[in-house]
């Protein structure tokens, strides 16, 4: 195995016996020097310091099912390597600055520094399948995409009707919804430009009162905003994903989010594509969104539709 693969191991080891409350086995992968940063509990220094955090945390939050998403391991040399993370579990959620993990003569990975944040705390601890570990994403369903506007898509109204329901849904059963709004950073693009009443949000979809609207100026939403950071303060696990266009920024946030470890559902009639060409061949929308989703099913998301969606 590569360095990377022998440290996701060592890693993936540890998160099965904490699951599996081997936190013994837990604590022994640290080095006897070890050295861990926790925000916002301080600083521990040695094994047994490190042994007596892990111990008082489990006795008071009984944690369950940590998990890790967007894992990136760096290879410092053939005996040093840094994973970074975020990480979710029953009582909260939070980010891996910096485990580092160290190859000891014996061959053995075992973790020199760990240094993490609880960025979140649950009111109440969540079970597996909690509702509240969903969230709904619309994305850029706004003005310009509309009949009249500087770039109107292949049903649009369909798609922010049946984004509607969902909303509805999710909002009646006081689950996470995050909008996402593309302004771009000129008037180049032709469209969803700063300032311009086609970047305004469609009004039947206007976020409420503590939804999160996240703004972007580029076709992946992860990219240059705080959308990350929203997910892990909420303990999202699930993203239910809806909006425009399905062949640039559907795409692009369903295979980020599916690379970071998140479960996608992509809800494909309360999605927009446009009618394009390409090299004197004309497709559809409806072509190029039946493209798209065929290829998000196979490998990022389960595809489905509104009322299939709603029936579950």
Request: proline share 3%; aromatic share 8%; with cysteine.
């Amino acid at each position: 195995m590569s360095i990377i693969q022998q440290v996701r191991a060592a890693s993936s080891q540890w998160l099965e016996n904490f699951n599996s409350e081997n936190y013994q086995a837990c604590i022994e992968a640290y080095e006897p020097d070890a050295a861990m940063s926790v925000y916002p509990h301080g600083k521990f220094a040695g094994r047994e310091a490190i042994g007596q955090f892990w111990t008082a945390f489990i006795e008071q939050a009984q944690p369950k099912d940590l998990q890790y998403r967007n894992v990136k391991v760096f290879v410092e040399s053939e005996t040093r390597a840094v994973l970074t993370a975020t990480w979710s579990m029953n009582v909260g959620a939070g980010f891996i600055a910096k485990e580092l993990w160290t190859k000891s003569d014996d061959g053995v990975w075992r973790l020199a520094e760990d240094d993490f944040s609880i960025v979140s705390q649950h009111d109440v601890a969540r079970v597996k399948n909690d509702p509240a570990d969903t969230a709904l994403i619309i994305v850029d369903l706004q003005e310009d995409y509309f009949e009249g506007g500087k770039m109107a898509l292949h049903n649009t109204e369909l798609a922010a009707n049946n984004a509607l329901q969902l909303l509805q849904r999710f909002r009646k059963n006081q689950q996470s919804v995050i909008h996402i709004q593309h302004i771009f950073a000129d008037d180049s693009a032709g469209f969803f430009a700063p300032g311009d009443a086609g970047s305004d949000i469609h009004p039947t979809l206007i976020p409420a009162s503590g939804e999160e609207l996240v703004l972007k100026s580029e076709v992946n939403s992860f990219k240059g905003t705080n959308l990350e950071t929203v997910l892990i303060n909420k303990g999202i696990k699930n993203l239910v994903i809806c909006g425009a266009m399905a062949q640039m920024c559907i795409d692009a946030i369903v295979r980020h989010a599916a690379d970071a470890g998140y479960q996608c559902t992509v809800v494909e009639d309360a999605c927009a594509a446009p009618n394009i060409s390409r090299q004197g061949v004309d497709i559809s929308g409806e072509q190029v969104q039946h493209a798209m989703m065929a290829a998000l099913e196979f490998a990022y998301a389960d595809v489905t539709d509104t009322e299939s969606y709603l029936a579950d």
